[in-house]
């Protein structure tokens, strides 16, 4: 009789596929080594039962973004980055980008840096192939992942596209049917996501992607129910639709007209992996890329890994691209940083209502609550405190945050007593003409997480998650008025990934 628990595709069944978290990465498909899953669009079709032939396989469920496994040891991949922001997660440095040249530029979504830094990597032959997803020959506003060899086919993939694209697969082409050992990808945080664990897991096709490009990422649209939706409300036919932009509004063209659809509706329609995925920024990517709101063709570049930093300095060098300070930009940093917090806000009080109805839910990292209560603060804890002063100005505030890692401070009274916190959120609110007048002490959250050392790093998180704040402070227990020191979500898990690497090995 066949064993089936340990056969992985039951799991993914059971958590992933019929939860209908599945975003059509290609992971498991790519990775099975009996060639018995096909992805199309956001679905897994079963070809075959594999558990007839084997009688233990775990591979398609750890692989897949949306499981609770390998997640610790994929991040690990870009923990060595000297800095650890609270919004955006690990990295070297960002800035604004563009592709130097003004005709390229025009074909892309943002400014097509990522077809400027994927058609540099081919020229200079720093890899020999890139994943890319172009317009399908069928219906071009849905994407097909593919590998592309020369500049050309890296042109004619430019522009976005909002449905899912199986670029594990695809990537899976590239080290197959092609022979490539490096390979530029690029994708969305969870295609990224999957990469990684592909290589962490040891899967023969991991280790050749060169340089991962992640796309900033709201969602992808489930295919399906986004069809029925433009039919039935706003009469558009599938294959009407010849492009989507995506603005303030979400704009569908056909040949005849121009239809806007509120963002609020679209978000609606995307795939329920991604109303529980916090990751907008991609942050295992080795470079993540985005829009920089409100400049139209700049984006923003998230430099995470010595490879990716390396990779864009030398196309940098050569031209490819041309670059501009973010610091000088609060606008365009402001606008990042509010659009990840709700992205994570947003994930996360989704997966707490789905929590109460389903057995499973995707992407907690920070559940690892044994490993946690092991840990004391003092010892994670960072000590020289950055503070802020409770006469300081809300503009010099915001100007402060884009040029530092924290996105949220203590605030202290002219004694160097604490009288509160004051985040990017308080600071957002204020009207952007009354941000020269009012003061960071006015605005500033009485009500604060707090430790005392000897407390572990699981009483810091139960705390945190009470006042769904991402960080509390450790007070000196002889005058409770006076911060020893902070420790925020990100170095949570950046503990929690040190320790599992540390067991891995
Ligand atoms: C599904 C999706 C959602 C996005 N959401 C946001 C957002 O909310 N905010 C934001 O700032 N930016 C978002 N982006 C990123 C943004 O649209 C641009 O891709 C990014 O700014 C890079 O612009 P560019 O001009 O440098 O890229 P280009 O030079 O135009 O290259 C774009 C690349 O994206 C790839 N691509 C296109 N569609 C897909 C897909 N479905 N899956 C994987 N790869 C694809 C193409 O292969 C191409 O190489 C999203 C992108 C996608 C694909
Ligand atoms: S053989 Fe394929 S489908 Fe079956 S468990 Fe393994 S990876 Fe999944
Ligand atoms: S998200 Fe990717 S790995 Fe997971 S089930 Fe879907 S296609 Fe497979
Ligand atoms: S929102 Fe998350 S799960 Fe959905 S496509 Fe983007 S990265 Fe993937």
Redesign the pocket.
Known sequence: MQNNRLIAYNILKKNILTNGFCTGCGACQATCPVNALRVKDDHVKRLQDCSQNLDLCPICNEVCPHSQALLLRSAGAVADAPIRSEAVGYLRKSLLAQ?SDLKARK??????????L?TFGLESKTFDCAV???ADDKNPIK?K?QVALTPQE?AS?????????S?VEAYRSAVIEYAKGKIAV???PC?ALALRKIDVWGHKIGGKAKVIIG??????FATNPFFRHIEKKYGLLANDVTGIQ?SHDLVLTTKQCKVEMPLAEAKMLTNIGCKTCID?TAEVADIS???A?PHKDW??VILRTKAGEDFFNSALQRGAVVTRNIEKEPEVFEHLIV?ALQKRTAGLVKASKLEKKRDFVPVRLLRETKTLADIKVEDIMTREVVTVPSSMRVSELLAMMATKTYIGYPVINEDNELVGVVTIEEATRVAKEMRQKIQVGDIARPNVSVCYPGETAFDAFRKMSQLETGRVLILNPANPQKIMGIVTKRDLMHALMKQATESAL
Do not use: H
Not at 107 to 116: E, F, L, P
Not at 157 to 165: E, H, K, L, T, V
């Open positions: 592709a074909k892309g979504s943002d400014g097509a840096v990522v077809s400027a994927l890319v997803s172009g994407p992942a890296v993939a430019a522009g976005s596209r909002y449905f899912p694209a670029v690029v994708g969305t295609q796309l900033f990422c709201f969602g992808t995506l907008f890329i985005g829009r709101y984006a923003i659009a």
